[in-house]
Each structure stands twice: as C-alpha cells, then as structure tokens.
C-alpha cells in the first residue's frame, strides 16, 4: 500500500493508473476507523481495480466548540487496518495541502436547501465544510466511484445531489450501516461514551425501529410518533436533536400517502452527539 500526502506524487500514481485503463473507487473518511470504514474500503475493492483512501479531518465541517482538537486521529493504526484489507493508496494530507490560502476565504461549494435541514439546523456550516472538501477531494482524485456510509444518510443525499447539479462523472455509492451486536450505528465519536452512556445508547436505534414498526403497521400519526420518540429518548437520559420522519429521497415532510420514507434521529448522549436512520417501504 502506498502512504502519501503530497498531491503531486498522488496526480503521478493516478496518472499511471489511468494510462492502464484501471478504474478508481475513492473512500474519504476523517480516519479512526471502525467496522463501518472497513465496510466501505471492502465495497470499493468489490467495485474498481484501484481504491483511494482518504485521511482528512476537516476543519471547515466543525463549528466554533465542535471537537476538530480531539476528534480521535489513530493514522498509524488507520494505515495497518488499510493495508491488511488490500487498499492501494492511502492520501493523508495536510490542512495548508487542502486549503493552501485559508479555510476563511476558501471557494465553498454550497447545496443550499438539503444542507439547511436536520443536521444542518444545528449545525449551520456543517455541510458547507463536506461538500467544500468533499468536491476537492474529487478534484484531486478524479474517483470513477466514491463510497460513503449510509449512516451520514443526509450527507449522503447532499453528495448525489452536488455530484448531479455539479455533472461531476462520479458513480456515489452508499453502503449500509454497519451495527453493535446491540444495535448502536458504528461511529467514531461512540468513544466519547462512558460505561453507562454505552448501555443506553442502542435505544436510539431502537427507538427509530420502533416507529418503523408502528408506520408498518399502519401508523400514520408521523408528528406524534415523533414526539412520542423525543419524549421516550429524554426521559432515558437522551437530550434529542431532532426525530424526523421524511420521504427518502427528498428528505421533505412527507404526506400520509408517501410509501418510500426515512426516519432519522440525532440525539446527544453525554459528550457524543448519536445520528442514525433507518428505512421505511
Ligand atoms: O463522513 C465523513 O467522515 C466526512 O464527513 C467526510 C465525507 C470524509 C468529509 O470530511
């Protein structure tokens, strides 16, 4: 496997790479990697002759007293796990590689409506920052497919929607959500969680199965049940974001006849902000 952060040497390889007509599936992650990277990275070898991991904690999706400093950064323990699974190149750059100006003035690539929404609520530059890094990744890359998890389901749909307004030539791939034994979404920031956080943390899935369950069996009440949920999540010791049940594609509000739908949840837990989602129909 080949370790590089400089952007030159990473045009070279690719270079090579595509004068052999090799096609490249790209995964961008933030490292510390979970079951649910290694996922991704197993997909894009199924996918592509050569696959491209990215490392990048990017400053420009954390708001003022987010945790950009102690975001959990493991490169070397990144780079083994890579390397044992097969990846081909794994790119680490530098802040002042990515933005060499300055992450103030920078170019941002904006999809205005999806970002404003759910996670973007609460954190209004959030999908600013991805879809900013997101496209220079791109650029850099030059990925034929790029793989995201299926957890970061609203930044997933952000993604295709500025691939598609963008025409970039990128096939995106979401790939599911890789569980706990319990049911608690694999994410990085699940560390933050004490002994005691952990054993209450499932009951955010469990909560979004339990609406699934009640709007399969007819329950078209989507407010109540959403409020029902907020209700069930604080008095477990939960502070909820937001329950929201939406029509899958759009993420809009959906009418009682919508079939094709997404609940997602995010909900702080101690010092861990939890997302999850699931389908509905
Ligand atoms: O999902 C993530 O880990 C990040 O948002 C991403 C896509 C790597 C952009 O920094």
Redesign the pocket.
Known sequence: MKKISSISELRTIINKWRKNQQSIAFV???GNLHDGHISLVEHALSVADRVIV?I?V?PL?FGIGEDYQTYPRTLEADCETLEQIGTHLVFTPSVTDIYPTDTETTTSVIVPGLSKILCGASRPIFFK??TT??NILFNLVQPDKAL??EK?YQ?LLI?KRMVADLFMPIEIIGVPIMREADGLAMSSRNHYLNAEQRTIAPQLFQTIDNIKKQIEQGGRQFVQLENQAISDLTTTGFNPDYIAIRQAQTLDIPTSADKKLVILAAAWLGKARLIDNIMVG
Request: hydrophobic share 45%; net charge negative; aromatic share 12%.
């Open positions: 961008p992650t933030m990215s990048f990017n999706q920052g991805i890094v997101v995201f998890g970061d930044q993604i």
